[in-house]
């Protein structure tokens, strides 16, 4: 049913550039996650086809595909491997977002293009341990120091998606001369970067998203790229749906599965598969009904935001779109390793990885309850707005 969300010949051209990538993506995946090793060859097989740049605006070099059509490829892709999707989401999202709100000054703006045009990957390095998630907002401890024209940064990141992978890295820091959070971006060859090989988890385990050590890193002030007028060196925005998008993408994969053993799987006890038995169709069209509700969660958040909705609503958008999608994913994994059985829990059935990957996105923002709440608050908010004492 995801075809009907295909709005342009160009986003079917890209799909079919993905499905020629779909064997080897799917192979690594495997691999990746048994070896616990980087989805390198994957990055490297989207980097070639120019994948990284689908999200930078025509004007800048880039593909311009709009927010709704970026994540029709993002939940391909995430069908195809949830940590090869994710981490290249982050690099999408992120250039998605610098080009749309036009952060940084032209002149860096012109010359980051140029580099994302011949394939470099970029992410934001904002998580830390001290903060806890960023969106909660917590103050960075990692600082940067002037020293006449140049900043000395100093801290430690959590969470580096891609990190081997990437070319650039957008740090968030604590300014010590300005007293507020800042954005550096610097390059992966820059003396006193190191990452910190510690990613052992139990899902997405090919993502990479390994610590980055920031030790005496110098840089021009000329790479002090965002000063945000918001305080927490994280901030909500429209680009994040991409992130879901990939766990979309892991439900259709649980999905397929689920309904091509039922389809094929035949005990001596009855005289059909069991695609056939009234328990197996309650659960199968269980699985079709919340993945339908969750691409409409999505998609709708994204055909609202190309409305030009205000910058509340759009947050609500996001965050009920990310809710509704990561948790009606988990349950559609659930209840396709429910018709395939235990056999849903043997090392080599794909489901078992998809049950570990899909859990991971309850831990990407906004958190569940972060919504629950804020959305609760704006009710109130507009109930006190129609009283009138």
Known sequence: MKEQFIRTTEVQQWLEKLATLQPQITAQAKIADENNTFVSANIEALRKIG????????????????????IVLQETLGSYDASTALAIGWTLLTVGELYENRYWTEEMLLMFAKEVQQGAIVNRAVSEVATGSPIRGGKPTTTATRHNTQYTLNGKKGFTTCAYALDYFLIS??????????????????????????????????????????????????????????????????????????????????????LDFANRYQPNSIDT??????????????????????????????EAIERGNAPEQISHLVNIAKYTVTNHAIAIVDLAMRVVGAKSL?????????????????????????????????????????QHV
């Open 51 to 70: 994948y990284g740049k689908i999200t930078l605006p025509k004007r800048d070099g880039g593909e311009g595909l709009s927010l709704y059509d970026a």
């Open 173 to 258: 820091a604590w300014l010590e001369d300005k007293e507020q959070v800042g954005f550096f971006l610097v390059h992966k060859d820059t003396a006193g970067l190191t990452i910190e090989d510690n990613w052992h988890m139990l899902g997405m385990r090919g993502t990479g998203s390994h610590d980055l050590v920031i030790d005496h890193v110098t840089v021009d002030e000329h790479f002090l790229v965002e000063i945000p007028s918001y305080h927490t060196g994280f901030k909500l925005n429209a680009w994040l749906l991409l992130i879901p998008a990939t766990y979309l993408g892991i439900a259709q994969a649980a999905r397929d599965i689920a």
């Open 273 to 302: 598969t069991i695609a056939h038995l009234p328990n197996v169709q309650a659960q199968l069209g269980e699985i079709d009904l919340l993945l339908t509700q969750a691409r409409f969660a999505i998609y709708g958040a994204a």
């Open 346 to 386: 043997q090392q080599e059935n794909t489901l078992q990885r998809l049950y570990r990957d899909v859990r991971a996105g309850l831990h990407n923002p906004p958190m569940d309850d972060l919504t629950i709440t804020l959305l609760a608050k704006f009710a109130n908010t507009q109930w006190e707005a129609t």
